[in-house]
């Protein structure tokens, strides 16, 4: 292992074990907190015109209140504050965000804000090539994100790693490469 691998190695072990509580999130609870926020948008806010959702992890929650909102424009953005092994870039990279225009509002969608950094760069992005109003929507949310969405189901503590079921065979593979041992008998008991 060189150098630069191994000061990799300490910032993806610096992050996980940093993290001492762990969340599922089952598919029928994103279900569920889907249900809620759709009802909250439209009580709040009348449906949007179109969903832009941050890939990877805002596909799920678009493509739910796009049911519930009854929205069929949906727009992905390619993401992406950390690497495959969790390892923190030095800022969010997106593949380019499309001018986007609505008549009522955009609502820009993510699974979580941990740092905030993806949703915010988004909202940025977005802003930055339209004047139509962004509303900004999550499933979570973490106290040390640096932007509060408009809406989001729940809120857990900045050391607490949410695992959604989705993402069940990524997650163990971040474990087992930083011999997360914690981690991998939270995933053995509760997937």
Do not use: H
């Not at 609870?29 to 249900?35: C, L, P, V």
């Not at 926020?37 to 596909?59: H, N």
């Not at 380019?96 to 915010?120: E, Q």
């Amino acid at each position: 292992m060189d150098a630069k691998e191994s000061r990799n190695l300490g910032k993806v072990l610096n992050f996980e074990l940093g993290k001492k509580r762990f969340v599922k999130v089952s598919f029928k609870e994103m279900k569920k907190y889907s249900e809620d926020l759709a009802t909250e948008i439209l009580k709040r806010y009348g449906p949007p015109d179109v969903i832009v959702y941050a890939q990877r992890g805002g596909m799920l929650i678009a493509r739910l209140l796009s049911d519930a909102l009854n929205v069929r424009n949906l727009v992905c953005i390619s993401a992406m504050y950390y690497s495959k092994s969790n390892t923190r870039y030095a800022s969010v990279k997106t593949g380019g965000v499309p001018k986007i225009d609505a008549k009522s509002y955009i609502l820009v969608v993510d699974d979580i804000a941990d740092t905030g950094k993806t949703l915010k760069t988004l909202c940025s992005g977005i802003r930055s090539k339209s004047r139509s109003k962004v509303i900004t929507c999550t499933f979570g949310m973490k106290p040390q994100s640096v932007i509060k969405p408009d809406l989001c189901d729940f809120r857990v503590s900045n050391d607490t790693w949410v695992i959604f079921e989705y993402e069940e065979f990524e997650t163990t593979r971040n474990f087992s490469q930083t011999g997360n041992e914690a981690g991998l008998r939270f995933i053995k008991q509760n997937f």
